[in-house]
């Protein structure tokens, strides 16, 4: 029988020192604990995508959403959330009339999420949250898109919703700018705010800087 008294113990404990390998076994355990409940928990649905176009999951804040309709007033039809998170915004654009009402989706958990949501609203099967990959959904019918992204994969964003939308489209970008463009209204301030930009404004050729520079070009 060990005879080693509960001090005894801890004193050994104390005096153990972790070696290189240790080390190296702590480090790699805890990378792939992180790594797990980044894979599992909050990007499941994301290993088609490339690691540059991920983007993780940060909700909205209110303000934001506030921000994002008060740019909407005056528009209808239906509406498209890029990348739908929990489907707050797909929900309050349905509320205020914006139908039909669809938010794209990967992490499937959080597709199930909206869906409750939407339930606890009333409006289950009224607003759609589909479990797709925002790069790979045509957007040739969507009047209305918002987007709340990482900075990182608007210019990449900017590129296919120049090529898609239709002319009349409206994009509200939430927190993030897109930067090459000029937004027709801003609302709010600091991390809430958002931008709002004509599709159209953005497809004319951007008007030369000196008079004589565009008869130059001519
Ligand atoms: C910053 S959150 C915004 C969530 C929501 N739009 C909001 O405003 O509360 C970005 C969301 O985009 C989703 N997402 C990222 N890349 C995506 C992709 N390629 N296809 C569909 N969803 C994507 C993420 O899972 C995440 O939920």
Not at 19 to 24: D, S
Not at 94 to 118: C, I, K, T
Request: hydrophobic residues 40%; contains cysteine; glycine residues 10%.
């Amino acid at each position: 029988m060990d005879s080693d008294t509960p001090e005894e113990v801890m004193e050994e404990f104390k005096e153990r020192r972790f070696g290189g390998w240790g080390v190296l076994q702590l480090t790699a355990g805890t990378g792939l604990a992180v790594y797990a409940m980044w894979a599992g928990l909050l990007m499941p649905g994301f290993r088609r995508v490339p690691l540059r176009l991920q983007v993780p999951y940060l909700p909205a804040s209110r303000k934001q959403v506030h921000n994002v309709m008060t740019l909407l007033k005056g528009r209808s039809g239906g509406i498209a959330d890029l990348g739908s998170g929990d489907g707050r915004i797909v929900l309050e654009a349905y509320r205020q009339g914006f139908h039909p009402a669809v938010g794209y989706e990967l992490n499937p958990w959080l597709v199930r999420l909206s869906n409750f949501h939407a339930w606890r609203r009333g409006h289950f099967g009224k607003v759609s949250y589909l479990r797709e990959d925002l790069w790979k959904v045509s957007l040739v019918d969507c009047k209305n898109v918002t987007v709340f992204l990482a900075p990182s994969v608007l210019p990449l964003l900017q590129k296919k919703l120049l090529a898609e939308l239709p002319e009349d489209a409206l994009v509200v970008a939430g927190r993030f700018p897109f930067t090459d463009w000029t937004p027709c209204k801003v609302e709010g301030e600091g991390v809430d705010r958002a931008w709002a930009y004509y599709i159209q404004a953005q497809r004319q050729p951007a008007a030369p800087s000196h008079p004589a520079e565009g008869k130059l070009n001519s």
